[in-house]
Nanobody, 126 residues
Framework: QVQLVESGGGLVPPGGSLRLSCATSARTLSSYAMGWFRQAPGKEREFVAGINWLSNIMNYVDSVRGRFTISRDNAANTVYLQMNSLKPEDTAVYYC???????????????????WGQGTQVTVSS
């Protein structure tokens, strides 16, 4: 069982930045591909970004590419999501997820991730 705890959410004006962190209880974080998802009220959970265990493959949804950066520190058992140039449409609950790695593949499907955090609220508003 892997426990995930997100932090770093909050209220930020449009154009601002936030850095989300995901602390994990994994003994060996390198055994997992990691992802960030988000869910806005009335909408389905959406893939935001994913990173493979080697940190040499990162995937992003088109709406955040160039603004968000996912990274990981396997030694610290932590994953990050740096979010810049935030927009009101980025408002959502953000979830960290872990899935057992399958080669170097980074899945965008929630069903590929077996462990989830409780989420952290990000609100972009003036």
């Amino acid at each position: 069982q892997v426990q995930l705890v997100e932090s770093g959410g909050g209220l930020v004006p449009p154009g601002g930045s936030l850095r989300l962190s995901c602390a994990t209880s994994a003994r060996t974080l390198s055994s997992y591909a990691m992802g960030w998802f988000r869910q806005a009220p009335g909408k389905e959970r959406e893939f935001v970004a994913g990173i493979n265990w080697l940190s040499n493959i990162m995937n992003y949804v088109d709406s955040v590419r160039g603004r968000f950066t996912i990274s990981r520190d396997n030694a610290a058992n932590t994953v990050y999501l740096q979010m810049n140039s935030l927009k009101p449409e980025d408002t959502a609950v953000y979830y960290c997820a872990a899935g057992l790695r399958v080669g170097d593949y980074v899945s965008e499907s929630p069903s590929s991730y077996g462990f989830w955090g409780q989420g952290t609220q990000v609100t972009v508003s003036s």
